[in-house]
């Protein structure tokens, strides 16, 4: 049997963990004052905005390697071969983590980097659920996962350059947040400036661009609930009439980064 391992910024609810059948979820952790928590199910994370925006320091921190090894040990005691996929290894410890903590359980494990976060771990892991679910063996899903992650690409911006540059996941002096430019940015492995954006229209098609003609799957994504996303959608809508568009708000591990306003979108382009 082949047994799926991601970590929480994947952003599954509780009942999207529980239809893919085949899946641990290993939580990332995060600090809001004086208050240390695990990242859940994107259903039970709570209201953690509001506490963000009054609290310091907010932080966040790679998965406990005692959850790794708890979770690997588990299914290959039971004769699971395991793939886990975390996050971009540019942006988390977590990937070094997993690979020490497969070392030390031993077993069919294999880790893959998958140079992204969030709505693009989202896509990707359903690609290798939906692949074990097909039938593919172990290693013809290992293949296919680091096949498609070169096909995913995220896009986005974000209100403040505060969060991003506390949390030491930029340092381009050119993105500007100052008077009416906001920042857009790409994410391919690493966070990567793209271009100042003068105004809401200039910003929203600053992103449009960035989704190619040829994406198959797309899904939107915002900081906080009233991050306003209707129009960028409404332009997706009427690029991609026959694709589904999924939408989500990311937990408090990505928005501790990127803080509220923000928000992008994640797509899989066509072979």
């Not at 907010?58 to 290959?76: D, G, H, M």
């Not at 381009?172 to 690493?190: D, E, I, M, Q, Y």
């Not at 198959?216 to 129009?231: A, Q």
């Amino acid at each position: 049997m082949i047994a799926i391992v991601t970590d929480s910024s994947v952003g599954y609810s509780t009942a999207e963990i529980a239809s893919r059948g085949i899946l641990s979820v290993v939580p990332l952790n995060y600090q809001l004052g004086k208050n240390f928590y695990e990242e859940n199910a994107s259903d039970r994370n709570g209201n953690f905005m509001p506490v963000m925006a009054h609290e310091s320091p907010c932080k966040t921190a790679q998965p406990a390697l005692s959850n790794f090894i708890r979770a690997f040990s588990s299914l290959t005691e039971r004769g699971c071969d395991v793939l886990c996929i975390v996050l971009s290894s540019a942006l988390s410890g977590t990937y070094s983590s997993a690979c020490f903590a497969a070392d030390q359980v031993g077993g069919n494990i294999r880790v893959v980097d998958s140079e992204t976060i969030g709505a693009g771990m989202h896509l990707l892991v359903d690609e290798a659920v939906n692949m074990v679910k097909c039938g593919l063996s172990f290693e013809e899903v290992v293949k296919h996962v680091e096949g498609i992650k070169k096909k995913i690409g995220v896009a986005f911006t974000v209100e403040s350059l505060d969060r991003l540059i506390a949390g030491g996941r930029l340092n381009n002096p050119k993105a500007k947040t100052t008077l009416n430019l906001r920042p857009v940015f790409s994410l391919k492995g690493k966070i990567c400036f793209r271009e100042n954006a003068r105004g809401s229209r200039e910003r929203l098609e600053a992103l449009f661009s960035a989704v190619p003609e040829t994406a198959r799957w797309l899904f939107v994504c915002r900081g906080g609930v009233g991050t306003d996303v209707s129009e960028f959608t409404r332009l997706l809508h009427g690029r991609y009439p026959a694709v589904n568009i999924h939408q989500r708000v990311v937990g408090p591990v990505l928005s501790i980064h990127v803080g509220e306003g923000a928000f992008g979108v994640a797509y899989v382009a066509k072979e």
